[in-house]
T-cell receptor
């Protein structure tokens, strides 16, 4: 158990819909990262939050957004869903040091039909 | 960010030593090298991290030559349970994990 909790584990939704993925980081970790994993692209970095503020942005589509709340949990919002958004979405958290270990959750498998 | 290149896949038999090499020619002075392991439908898990020379822990060793343009993850006496995808990451201290893991190296261990 990494200490990072993601909900839900599975999500099936229709094209055009909007979903919210939730991540609770390890206790005390200030950084939260979101990733998308698909067969063709591998594990791609989407966005990072640090103590409530956006810290870095990767290959995140404009239809996607995220936020980190005062209690440090984070949500990834995916809207106007397309078939190609079907993927595993992972959240990871790490402590203050930049090269400390990042701990990953078990992921949310999103299927868009 | 430094670009990394690693083999797409590798095969090994149980009990053998496996070495996975990652190239990172444009590694910067303050970059660290980190390896992660991922089993199907699970989140990646940290294996080892190093800056230069050799680092060893209970599961693996990481060899980094003096020029740091490559690194080799060494898994001693692999078992079937080592079948997984292995990712090589290179990034500056302080940037954390705001980087793409890519497709990694898919290691298959057979009896």
């Amino acid at each position: 158990d990494s200490g990072v909790t993601q909900t839900p584990k599975h999500l099936i939704t229709a094209t055009g819909q909007r979903v919210t993925l939730r991540c609770s980081p390890r206790s005390g970790d200030l950084s939260v990262y979101w990733y998308q994993q698909s067969l063709d692209q591998g594990l791609q970095f989407l966005i990072q939050y640090y103590n409530g503020e956006e810290r870095a942005k990767g290959n995140i589509l404009e239809r996607f957004s995220a936020q980190q709340f005062p209690d440090l949990h984070s949500e990834l919002n995916l809207s106007s869903l397309e078939l190609g958004d079907s993927a595993l979405y992972f959240c990871a958290s790490s402590g203050q040091g930049g090269n400390t270990e990042a701990f990953f959750g078990q992921g949310t498998r999103l299927t868009v039909v | 960010l430094a670009k990394t290149t690693q083999p797409i896949s590798m095969d090994s038999y149980e009990g053998q030593e496996v070495n996975i090499t990652c190239s990172h020619n444009n590694i910067a002075t303050n970059d660290y090298i980190t390896w992660y392991q991922q089993f199907p439908s699970q989140g990646p898990r940290f294996i080892i991290q190093g800056y230069k020379t050799k680092v060893t822990n209970e599961v693996a060793s990481l060899f980094i030559p003096a020029d740091r343009k490559s690194s080799t993850l060494s898994l001693p006496r692999v078992s079937l349970s080592d079948t997984a995808v292995y990712y090589c990451l290179v990034g500056p201290s302080g940037s954390g994990y705001a980087l793409n893991f890519g497709k990694g190296t898919s290691l298959l261990v057979t009896p």
